[in-house]
Antibody, heavy 120, light 112 residues
Framework: EVQLVESGGGLVQPGGSLRLSCAAS????????MNWVRQAPGKGLEWVSY????????YYADSVKGRFTISRDNAKNSLYLQMNSLRDEDTAVYYC?????????????WGQGTLVTVSS | QSVLTQPPSVSGAPGQRVTISCTGS?????????VHWYQQLPGTAPKLLIY???NRPSGVPDRFSGSKSGTSASLAITGLQAEDEADYYC????????????FGTGTKVTVL
């Protein structure tokens, strides 16, 4: 059974940093592209970042470019999101999501999410 | 702001058929990019419902179907059930943006 479990969320002040993790199991993690998708309270879904299976290709949404860094450790079956210079508008539930294709296409499995609150 | 527009809400009685539209433009759906649909039950993570315009993943009831035409796509739910009450999102790709995944605005389905 495919499982994605996020962790690392919490309350942080504007301008602060936070590192999210996503532990994957039930599939060959190193064979799949992974993503972070967020959802602000009461709002819709917003794609944040993409990383290919080998980390050779990385994309970011304009809203986080230069502030967030996606990475993965295939030996540890883990995905990460380093978030710096956090803003109020970054407050959201952050989901890790798997893309079953070699290029950005769709998300076939999602984690349960971790809440990031940016507030003073 | 999303480039894919959905109605904020649709409703229907149990057993009825409801449809959710997803309207895009010539830089996304109209350009031939596929549309995918997700269901988000209250307080839970999204779940893939339809991929590649009309394909259902294993385990998704055949009450759910997807279609695409021109610059729009649709999700139909036939035989509406109480457990279908959720938010639904379409998703595609837009060539005019640097966002490789674009989502629709979302539709709340209410079972009367």
């Amino acid at each position: 059974e495919v499982q994605l479990v996020e962790s690392g969320g919490g309350l942080v002040q504007p301008g602060g940093s936070l590192r999210l993790s996503c532990a994957a199991s039930g599939f060959t993690f190193s064979s799949y592209s992974m993503n972070w998708v967020r959802q602000a309270p009461g709002k819709g879904l917003e794609w944040v970042s993409y990383i290919s299976s080998s980390s050779s290709t990385i994309y970011y949404a304009d809203s986080v470019k230069g502030r967030f860094t996606i990475s993965r450790d295939n030996a540890k079956n883990s995905l990460y999101l380093q978030m710096n210079s956090l803003r109020d508008e970054d407050t959201a539930v952050y989901y890790c999501a798997r893309d079953p294709n070699d290029y950005p296409y769709y998300f076939d499995y999602w984690g349960q999410g971790t809440l990031v609150t940016v507030s003073s | 702001q999303s480039v894919l527009t959905q109605p904020p809400s649709v409703s229907g009685a149990p057993g009825q058929r409801v449809t959710i539209s997803c309207t895009g433009s010539s830089s996304n759906i109209g350009a031939g990019y596929d549309v995918h649909w997700y269901q988000q039950l209250p307080g839970t993570a999204p779940k893939l419902l339809i991929y590649g315009n009309s394909n259902r993943p294993s385990g998704v009831p055949d009450r759910f179907s997807g279609s695409k035409s021109g610059t729009s796509a649709s999700l139909a739910i036939t035989g509406l059930q109480a457990e279908d009450e959720a938010d639904y999102y379409c998703q595609s790709y837009d060539s005019s943006l640097s966002a490789f995944y674009v989502f629709g605005t979302g539709t709340k389905v209410t079972v009367l």
